[in-house]
């Protein structure tokens, strides 16, 4: 079967997040053809699976090769900054999003900011971070802030059904012998 960029980055997806990173990698490098949609999977799919590092330098490699990142892109860039405890590099890309990309960071940029403020113990500015962006906070962010802060927790949800938020329910599904099962949580 010919893989195709779009197949391709399906594979990738498929692979990173069944945590098979090898068999994701090994697609990616036969691939003759990228585009920002298959970086961005292979980007995506080391940070989540603890190779932050490696993601960065992919990030690296896909600018020279002259593919423009587009904003899941930096989804993934951010992520792998979060989970390598780099804050400083973090920032700096952040900060790229808008200055040198021309992309408004949006809230998956922010939560993932709050993410690294937070694993780092920057909560004070996290917090900052969180009541100063353009963007409407939703439960998932508020959860970010918090995790591990279960006192504040409880708070932050009685504030927020005070003001009339409502929590997103976790979902999923699957398919079996043809049927579609969701699962909420």
């Given at each position: 079967?010919?893989?195709?960029?779009?197949?391709?980055?399906?594979?990738?997806?498929?692979?990173?997040?069944?945590?098979?990173?090898?068999?994701?990698?090994?697609?990616?490098?036969?691939m003759k053809s990228k585009d920002v949609?298959?970086?961005?999977?292979?980007?995506?799919?080391?940070?989540?699976?603890?190779?932050?590092?490696?993601?960065?330098?992919?990030?690296?490699?896909?600018?020279?090769?002259?593919?423009?990142?587009?904003?899941?892109?930096?989804?993934?860039?951010?992520?792998?900054?979060?989970?390598?405890?780099?804050?400083?590099?973090?920032?700096?890309?952040?900060?790229?999003?808008?200055?040198?990309?021309?992309?408004?960071?949006?809230?998956?940029?922010?939560g993932c900011m709050v993410d690294t403020l937070g694993r780092a113990?920057?909560?004070?500015?996290?917090?900052?971070?969180?009541?100063?962006?353009?963007?409407?906070?939703?439960?998932?962010?508020?959860?970010?802030?918090?995790?591990?802060?279960?006192?504040?927790?409880?708070?932050?949800?009685?504030?927020?059904?005070?003001?009339?938020?409502?929590?997103?329910?976790?979902?999923?599904?699957?398919?079996?012998?043809?049927?579609?099962?969701?699962?909420?949580?």
């Amino acid at each position: 079967m010919k893989v195709d960029s779009i197949i391709g980055t399906a594979l990738i997806d498929m692979y990173a997040k069944c945590g098979c990173i090898d068999s994701a990698c090994g697609v990616f490098d036969a691939m003759k053809s990228k585009d920002v949609f298959s970086w961005t999977a292979m980007i995506a799919g080391l940070a989540v699976n603890g190779y932050g590092g490696k993601a960065l330098e992919l990030f690296g490699r896909m600018k020279e090769a002259g593919v423009r990142p587009n904003e899941v892109t930096f989804v993934g860039v951010l992520c792998a900054c979060s989970h390598g405890g780099l804050v400083q590099t973090a920032r700096w890309y952040f900060n790229s999003m808008r200055t040198v990309y021309g992309i408004e960071p949006q809230i998956e940029h922010y939560g993932c900011m709050v993410d690294t403020l937070g694993r780092a113990g920057l909560l004070d500015e996290a917090l900052s971070l969180v009541q100063a962006m353009p963007v409407k906070p939703n439960s998932v962010l508020w959860g970010t802030l918090l995790a591990g802060r279960w006192d504040d927790a409880k708070k932050i949800r009685i504030f927020m059904k005070s003001k009339g938020m409502l929590k997103s329910p976790g979902r999923s599904s699957m398919e079996v012998e043809g049927v579609v099962h969701e699962f909420y949580v």
